[in-house]
Structures are given as C-alpha cells and as structure tokens.
C-alpha cells in the first residue's frame, strides 16, 4: 500500500465533492490541500498503527508490527509469539482454588488444548509469561516519518 496514492485520492475526492458544490471554494481549497498532503499521510499512518494493535489484541498468539519499509509503504507483518519455557519447578507446590466465570474457563481450556497441555500447565505458562520482566510502555506513541 501507497499512502501517498491513497492521500491524493482521499484529497482528490474531497476537492471533487467542494468543487461540485462550490467552484470557487474548491479553487481555495486545491490551493491548500499540497500542504495537507503530509498531515493526512501522519493520520493514515496512525489509523494503520492503530489497526495492527486492536488485531494483535484479538489474535490468540503473536502479534501485528506495522514496518516502514519507506515513508511510502507501511507493511502489516505478523510476529508469532515466542514459545512459552517450561514452568520452573523448584519441586515445592502451592494448591490455589481459583474461581473462573464459565465462559473464561472454557476459552482457557480450549486454549490449552490447542496447545497440547493441560489447563494447569497452560495457566502456570501463562502467570510465568505475564509476570516476566518487559520493559515498561510509556504511553506515549511515536508519529510521523523520520528521516536517516
């Protein structure tokens, strides 16, 4: 995908829609839209960014990267997720009683099967992943195009 090609066509249509309405308007307006182009482009750019985070939020593993390979073509790759290490097992053993809505527990169930261990397992799997060191998000979202 180009955005440029998609932003002269959003900017093209736009400019067709005035014009239709007001010839003169849409002769302002073709004056000011060469200086839009790069803002529309950074808005585009968020909107895909934004997209690959809500599917890397659905997908069950792994998640969607937005890749510049210029500021020109964003590509959308897909990352699998690392394989879990095996829970470690220091040979001591706490028993939880853990209280589950229904539905929750069978997605969990269905999830450790698909991964071809048993829920204990899978929920341990998944506290050691959860409670591993990662480095903290700030938050804050880098925008725009950078330049080498």
């Not at 000011?32 to 750019?45: E, I, K």
């Not at 341990?124 to 060191?133: A, E, F, H, I, Y």
């Amino acid at each position: 995908m180009k955005l440029s090609t998609v932003t002269q066509e959003i900017l093209a249509d736009l400019l067709g829609a005035v014009q239709s309405i007001d010839p003169a308007s849409g002769d302002r307006l073709a004056r000011v839209l060469p200086v839009a182009a790069g803002t529309v482009s950074v808005h585009l750019l968020g909107l895909v960014t934004d997209l690959s985070s809500e599917l890397s939020g659905v997908l069950p593993a792994g998640r969607v990267e937005v890749r510049l390979v210029s500021a020109e073509s964003p590509e959308l790759v897909y990352v699998a997720a690392e394989p879990l290490p095996a829970a470690p097992d220091d040979g001591e053993q706490a028993r939880v009683t853990l209280r589950l809505p229904v539905a929750l527990k069978e997605r969990a169930e269905r999830a450790a099967e698909d991964a071809g261990v048993s829920l204990n397992s899978w929920i341990v799997n998944q506290l050691t992943d959860g409670l591993r060191s990662r480095p903290r998000e700030s938050g804050r979202r880098l925008r725009g195009f950078g330049k080498a």
